[in-house]
């Protein structure tokens, strides 16, 4: 469940990727992936100069955060089902023309992030996003998180 939150914030939280010609060749160590995603290196100095910046918005999103991870340790199920009907929502208004998928170009209007992932989320490779393939994308980030967690 953690792991399921996390995905979906990061994915809320992710900022628009500065890209250099070294990162786009895939260069160790740098901060932009070949597909264009960020490192997680990269998002957490990101964030922390955020944090810099901003110390009492940090303080208070970090409190709230907090409080959020207890309310869903106490009650996973009713986490899952907010984040699943916010996925929804957010999938059904980029759906501008109604189809039940997601193109790029819908995605780079509506859900910029999702444009950013688009060739990943995109899991059999028709170029449109569904939902399945959205919460199946979500939900493999999850699991990849949770090992990473396990590991520490």
């Known amino acids: 469940m953690k792991g399921l939150l996390i995905a979906a914030a990061t994915l809320l939280a992710f900022g628009t990727p500065a890209a250099s010609s070294f990162a786009a060749e895939g260069i160790p160590g740098a901060t932009v992936r070949p597909d264009g995603s960020t490192t997680p290196g990269d998002r957490?100095?990101?964030f922390e100069q955020w944090c810099q910046d901003n110390p009492?918005?940090?303080?208070?999103?970090?409190a709230?955060?907090?409080q959020r991870r207890e309310e869903c340790k106490a009650n996973p199920e009713k986490c899952r089902a907010?984040?699943?009907?916010?996925?929804?929502?957010?999938f059904r208004?980029?759906?501008?023309?109604?189809?039940?998928r997601i193109s790029r170009e819908e995605a780079q209007k509506g859900m910029p992030l999702l444009a950013r992932d688009f060739n990943r989320v995109d899991g059999?490779?028709?170029?449109?996003?569904?939902l399945e393939e959205m919460e199946a994308a979500?939900?493999?980030y999850a699991g990849a998180s949770k090992g990473k967690e396990n590991r520490r």
């Open 82 to 90: 907010e984040l699943q009907a916010r996925v929804q929502e957010r």
């Open 93 to 100: 208004k980029a759906d501008t023309n109604g189809d039940g």
């Open 124 to 130: 059999n490779k028709d170029g449109m996003v569904t």
């Open 44 to 46: 957490k100095a990101r």
């Open 138 to 140: 979500l939900k493999a």
């Open 56 to 62: 009492e918005k940090c303080r208070e999103m970090k």
């Open 64 to 66: 709230k955060a907090e």
